[in-house]
């Protein structure tokens, strides 16, 4: 945020000169109008993001059925209400591809509740009972600490939340925390990721629930993520990826958010968008690894030591600039 705030006063420079009777350029007029859109916002902390992660992890892997998980549960669902929210929780049996039988637990927080113009965020917040992806056999039925995969979007998310606790948006923010996305089958049907999510599009929190669109935040935090557009979010919500990588880029941030097109994923906007409703995924893809994730992907190594703040600043102050944007 210091660029913005340098470019801020850079800005005030131009306008002043501007003001004295010469025209302003058309390169000064866009840098008035990106510095106009983004100086009524709040700045991001990716501290206080990075803090919202290790909070997660320490309580252990959030599995459902661990009493980490309900330790977890409870202090999402207080720091929600804590920030001002109308905070639902959704308690649901599932049962999982491999015949499991699950409590698992949607929270979703409400700010702004009177607004009638909405915007869904959501991210999971459970861990992956198994890291079978880790390098070492005797590794792969341990459960995920999920600090990326999983607390990382959800310490994001309420980072936001404490963001729009000091300063309330005009447009309504719901914050979904969805449960049991990751007991999915590897090599198996899509329908076994993702239950919290489906159980929720078929059981939303208020009947007729239609925000305008929707952002899913999946594997925000590794150093030098690459946003690229991924493969579903061009197919249904093309506008909104176009819209959010605009902003991303005007922010600083193109880096992060590549114009490339990315791989499909089956995550939890494929159920949003099937249910009507369209929404993005902000997911690091990775060519390099073999996975096509960040290289701790399902492996025991998905600890904070993988969390960059600066990916988190990307993602958080973007989203921050898009919410008070509207
Ligand atoms: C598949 O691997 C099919 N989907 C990835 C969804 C996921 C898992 N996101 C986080 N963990
Ligand atoms: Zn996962």
């Known amino acids: 945020m210091k660029s913005v705030y340098l470019l801020f006063l850079f800005v005030g420079v131009l306008v002043g000169c501007s003001s004295s009777g010469n025209k302003q350029s058309s390169s000064e007029a866009a840098i008035v109008n990106a510095v106009d859109s983004i100086s009524a916002v709040a700045a991001f902390n990716a501290d206080s993001a990075y803090a919202f992660i290790t909070a997660q992890c320490d309580f252990g892997p959030r599995v459902p059925g661990a009493e980490a998980h309900r330790l977890a549960g409870d202090y999402l669902a207080g720091k929600l209400r804590g920030y001002g929210a109308v905070v639902t929780e959704q308690r649901m049996e599932l049962t999982t591809f491999d015949g499991t039988g699950i409590d698992a637990r949607n929270i979703i927080g409400e700010f702004n509740p009177s607004a009638s113009r909405r915007i869904l965020l959501l991210a999971h917040w459970d861990c992956r009972p198994w890291a079978d992806n880790d390098p070492k056999v005797e590794n792969r039925k341990r459960p995920v600490p999920g600090a990326n995969d999983g607390a990382s979007g959800v310490g994001v998310l309420l980072e936001v939340a404490r963001q729009m606790s000091l300063k309330q948006p005009s447009v309504g923010i719901d914050i979904l925390f969805v449960d049991a996305e990751d007991w999915g089958d590897s090599g198996g049907g899509e329908e076994t990721w993702a239950l919290g999510t489906q159980y929720w599009t078929k059981n939303p929190h208020k009947l007729g629930y239609r925000p305008m ?15 690229a557009r ?43 968008n099937r249910a009507g409703i369209p929404c993005i995924d902000i997911i690091d893809q990775n060519n390099s690894t073999g996975t096509g994730f960040f290289e701790e992907w399902h492996t025991i190594s998905d600890t904070p030591a993988v969390i960059s703040k600066e990916s ?15």
């Open 230 to 272: 991924e493969y579903f979010s061009m197919q249904y919500a093309r506008g909104i990826v176009d819209e959010v990588w605009k902003i991303a880029q005007e922010s600083g941030y193109g880096n992060y958010f590549s114009n490339e097109y990315g791989g499909a994923v089956t995550d939890d906007h494929v159920f949003v």
């Open 213 to 227: 669109f929707g952002i899913l935040l999946d594997m925000v935090g590794a150093e030098d993520a690459r946003f």
């Open 312 to 326: 988190l600043d990307a993602v958080g102050q973007t989203l921050l600039n898009l919410i008070y944007s509207y």
